[in-house]
């Protein structure tokens, strides 16, 4: 890039960063890149270059945009948030919107290639108009609810240094069991190809129940009697505090689960997962991964 060079592109935010970060650069906006954070790591660690206009007494100013380091699920809400607005027109800050996401629609085009591959229910999101008509995104056609959308949240499970583990999606009324060593139902976290073998020695066998519960569907979580317990952490508290065996509690958004000191469990940041018809297979993944049907009565 020529000093004086003027560059039209449709999607200007990676190249700007781009150039920042090989040329030392600073950047004018009054954006935050928090969707751009995993790709350019460098970014917290760069505030000083990152500013922003305000108009003040003397006029034009050039003041600091305010960037920190954000956590990784605000990182991945934000990813969340571009790609629904991208790809579907929604916007996850709107009511209507969110009320969309959490129904199934159906396509009825007869010649809608999407309605002949799954006539009963979208496989994908809808597409929202400006007018707030839901439509097919594959024919455009309006679409037919469908029924309430069952409710998905996923897993992560990392070591203390945030090294990821496995990652696991969690739908209502389904118990999963996170343990290691051969459960006959859960989350192996000692089965083959996964990383941090030294964190996994911590965790007992059978070592937290989680579940999606109540009518928010919120995480809760039970130590299974652990040698070395489950510890939880609220939000950015500097103290955790400790699960009594057999009891449940409720993991936030922002919370993290700790098992036996070493292998830390909570939500991603994604909120508007497709729910799941069947259990997904992880098998490639590494993790022996088998659900727990639900509970009679
Ligand atoms: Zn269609």
Same mark, same amino acid.
């Given at each position: 890039?020529?000093? =004086?060079? /003027?560059?039209?592109v449709?999607?200007? $935010?990676?190249?700007? +960063?781009? #150039?920042?970060?090989?040329?030392?650069?600073?950047?004018?906006?009054?954006?935050?890149?928090?969707?751009?954070?995993?790709?350019?790591?460098?970014?917290?660690?760069?505030? $000083?270059?990152? #500013?922003?206009?305000?108009? =003040? !007494?003397?006029? +034009?100013? +050039?003041?600091?945009? *305010?960037?920190?380091e954000?956590?990784?699920?605000?990182?991945?809400? %934000?990813?969340? !948030?571009?790609?629904?607005?991208?790809?579907?027109?929604i916007?996850?800050?709107?009511?209507?919107?969110?009320?969309?996401?959490?129904?199934e629609?159906?396509?009825?085009g007869?010649?809608?290639?999407? !309605?002949?591959?799954?006539?009963?229910?979208l @496989?994908?999101?809808?597409?929202?108009?400006?007018?707030?008509?839901?439509?097919?995104p594959?024919?455009?056609?309006?679409?037919?609810?469908?029924?309430p959308r069952?409710? @998905?949240?996923?897993?992560?499970?990392? $070591?203390?240094?945030? *090294?990821?583990?496995?990652?696991?999606?969690?739908s209502?009324?389904v118990?999963v069991?996170?343990?290691?060593g051969? +459960?006959s139902?859960?989350i192996?976290l000692?089965a083959? *190809?996964?990383p941090?073998?030294?964190?996994?020695?911590?965790?007992?066998?059978? %070592?937290?129940? /989680?579940q /999606? @519960? =109540?009518?928010?569907?919120?995480?809760?979580?039970?130590?299974?009697?652990?040698?070395? =317990? @489950?510890?939880?952490?609220?939000?950015n !508290?500097?103290?955790?505090?400790?699960l009594?065996?057999?009891t449940?509690?409720?993991v936030?958004?922002?919370?993290? /689960?700790?098992?036996?000191?070493?292998v830390?469990?909570?939500l991603? *940041?994604?909120?508007?997962?497709p729910s #799941?018809?069947?259990?997904?297979?992880?098998? $490639?993944?590494?993790g022996?991964?088998?659900?727990i049907?639900?509970?009679?009565?």
């Amino acid at each position: 890039m020529e000093s =004086g060079e /003027l560059r039209l592109v449709p999607h200007a $935010d990676p190249e700007i +960063l781009e #150039l920042a970060r090989d040329k030392g650069l600073h950047v004018i906006s009054a954006d935050r890149f928090i969707d751009h954070r995993r790709a350019h790591p460098w970014i917290a660690g760069a505030a $000083d270059r990152f #500013l922003s206009c305000e108009y =003040g !007494a003397d006029g +034009l100013q +050039l003041v600091p945009s *305010g960037i920190r380091e954000v956590p990784e699920q605000v990182k991945s809400r %934000h990813e969340e !948030a571009k790609e629904l607005g991208f790809a579907y027109r929604i916007n996850i800050g709107k009511g209507a919107h969110r009320r969309v996401l959490r129904s199934e629609w159906r396509c009825t085009g007869r010649s809608c290639v999407e !309605a002949m591959a799954s006539p009963d229910r979208l @496989t994908c999101w809808p597409r929202v108009d400006e007018d707030g008509s839901v439509r097919c995104p594959s024919c455009g056609r309006p679409l037919e609810e469908a029924g309430p959308r069952g409710i @998905t949240r996923m897993i992560v499970v990392a $070591d203390r240094a945030g *090294g990821e583990i496995v990652r696991f999606p969690i739908s209502e009324g389904v118990a999963v069991v996170v343990g290691r060593g051969r +459960l006959s139902y859960g989350i192996n976290l000692g089965a083959g *190809g996964l990383p941090s073998p030294r964190a996994r020695a911590q965790v007992s066998r059978q %070592h937290v129940k /989680l579940q /999606l @519960t =109540g009518v928010q569907a919120r995480l809760t979580a039970v130590d299974l009697g652990s040698s070395n =317990g @489950t510890t939880i952490r609220r939000g950015n !508290a500097p103290r955790e505090s400790r699960l009594k065996p057999g009891t449940e509690i409720i993991v936030g958004d922002r919370d993290a /689960l700790l098992l036996g000191g070493a292998v830390v469990v909570r939500l991603s *940041g994604h909120r508007f997962l497709p729910s #799941l018809a069947s259990p997904p297979e992880l098998g $490639d993944q590494g993790g022996s991964v088998t659900y727990i049907p639900p509970e009679e009565g």
